[in-house]
T-cell receptor, first 114, second 113 residues
Framework: DGGITQSPKYLFRKEGQNVTLSCEQN?????MYWYRQDPGQGLRLIYY???????QKGDIAEGYSVSREKKESFPLTVTSAQKNPTAFYLC?????????????FGPGTRLTVL | KNQVEQSPQSLIILEGKNCTLQ??????????LRWYKQDTGRGPVSLTI?????NTKSNGRYTATLDADTKQSSLHITASQLSDSASYIC????????????FGTGTKLQVIP
């Protein structure tokens, strides 16, 4: 069963804590992305990676960090520096970063700061 | 600044009826336009993609149109079903790589019996 998985589905964080969201894909895609979705706003790009061991900041990278040690995995860490982390986080992948490539999205992780 | 605007923000229709969602964009240079369906609490799923030379694309009961001259697109849903209840997101890409993808805020559609 091919696709993108994200875990956990729900995550609660206390203020001042770092948390890591998992994203795994078995589609053999080179490119992976992290987005943040807030009510009434379009998806906003946090980070993307074109290839293993390489990643680029998106529009709202402050307070977040990523790694890409394996092609299949692109975890996102939400650090304590992120002032308003409560949101729905979506991971996606595509064959490449070309604008014509379809992005396939995971089911999302809802992060709530207590 | 590249922008994608969708209307209406939300829509309620009776099961079996048709509806049309609108998308206006100011993305340049234009590469392609996609419509995604996002169920509540889930990730978006691609419905259609259209490039500059295409003015219509169908996927079952979903038909997307594109007018590249006026920079407008519409998504028409025929004979709506309860399972069509979702948010529909218009996404426009500019030529030149990933960083030039712009997402609309979506239209939330509710189909009621």
């Amino acid at each position: 069963d091919g696709g993108i998985t994200q875990s956990p589905k729900y995550l609660f964080r206390k203020e001042g804590q770092n948390v890591t969201l998992s994203c795994e894909q078995n589609l053999n895609h080179d490119a992976m992305y992290w987005y943040r979705q807030d009510p009434g706003q379009g998806l906003r790009l946090i980070y993307y990676s074109q290839i293993v061991n390489d990643f680029q900041k998106g529009d709202i990278a402050e307070g977040y960090s990523v790694s890409r040690e394996k092609k299949e995995s692109f975890p996102l860490t939400v650090t304590s520096a992120q002032k308003n982390p409560t949101a729905f986080y979506l991971c996606a992948s595509s064959i490449d970063v070309r604008s014509t490539d379809t992005q396939y999205f995971g089911p999302g992780t809802r992060l709530t700061v207590l | 600044k590249n922008q994608v605007e969708q209307s209406p923000q939300s829509l309620i229709i009776l099961e079996g009826k048709n509806c049309t969602l609108q998308c206006n964009y100011t993305v340049s240079p234009f590469s392609n336009l996609r419509w995604y369906k996002q169920d509540t609490g889930r990730g978006p799923v691609s419905l259609t993609i259209m490039t500059f030379s295409e003015n219509t694309k169908s996927n079952g009961r979903y038909t997307a149109t594109l007018d590249a001259d006026t920079k407008q697109s519409s998504l028409h849903i025929t004979a709506s079903q309860l399972s069509d209840s979702a948010s529909y997101i218009c996404v426009v890409s500019a030529r030149g790589g990933y960083q030039k993808v712009t997402f609309g805020t979506g239209t939330k559609l509710q189909v009621i019996p």
